[in-house]
């Protein structure tokens, strides 16, 4: 089975621009969470979602959204990107929503602003 | 509140043991372990969760002491495989909000 699959791997985006990242879950998967990882340290939370609903939302600004579809994928989108939205942006999905199952994150969207 | 790792990072040799600790300021209801090596995705070891339950690897073991709020991940006969960089991920609200901790970055050495 495939599993959690991001695109596009590598972007270079400029300062104001906006940037929409995808995400596959794993089949049968219905949850989908996003994690910024800036080198060096650990995943922060941005968003859950669960049956296309918002579940939760981590300390990012507005400009950052996402949204899931009726398959279960994901998209998240930064609008007037800043120096400091350079990091790695990873998609983890899971069964459900809860805490007692396993996250399973795909290899990222590596996000580069200049 | 960013739950703290300790060590921040550790050097064993091929067959040594480590502790990894998690220690968190807030009531967890949940804590999770993953291994991620450089430039790619998180792994899943381990989940214990409130009242005792465990899902993992054989060949990894965890406890949880909901008292103290902490979590610590035990690497037994370590392997070259081993070598990455550590997160405990704890969960307060039984939801996927985790907040993962600081990071333990763990190398192997033959």
């Known amino acids: 089975d495939a599993g959690v699959t991001q695109s596009p791997t590598h972007l270079i985006k400029t300062r104001g621009q906006h940037v929409t990242l995808r995400c596959s879950p794993i089949s049968g998967h219905k949850s989908v969470s996003w994690y910024q990882q800036v080198l060096g340290q650990g995943p922060q939370f941005i968003f859950q979602?669960?049956?296309?609903?918002?579940?939760g939302r981590g300390n990012f600004p507005d400009r950052f959204s996402a949204r899931q579809f009726p398959n279960y994928s994901s998209e998240l989108n930064v609008n007037a990107l800043l120096l400091g939205d350079s990091a790695l942006y990873l998609c983890a999905s899971s069964f459900d929503t809860g805490g007692s199952g396993e996250l399973f994150f795909g290899e990222g969207s590596r996000l580069t602003v200049l | 509140q960013q739950p703290v790792q300790s060590p921040q990072a550790v050097i064993l040799r091929e067959g040594e043991d480590a502790v990894i600790n998690c220690s968190s300021s807030?009531?967890?209801?949940?804590v999770h372990w993953y291994r991620q090596k450089h430039g790619e995705a998180p792994i899943f070891l381990m989940i214990?969760?409130?009242?005792?339950e465990q899902k993992g690897h054989d060949k990894i073991s965890a406890s949880f002491n909901e008292k103290k709020q902490q979590s610590s991940l035990y690497l037994t006969a370590s392997q070259l495989s081993y070598s990455g960089t550590y997160f405990c991920?704890?969960?307060?609200?039984?939801?996927?909000?985790?907040?993962f901790g600081t990071g333990t970055r763990l190398k192997v050495l033959a």
């Open positions: 979602y669960y049956e296309k609903e918002e579940r």
């Open positions: 991920g704890t969960d307060h609200q039984g939801t996927y909000k985790y907040i």
């Open positions: 214990l969760l409130k009242g005792g």
């Open positions: 807030k009531a967890l209801y949940s």
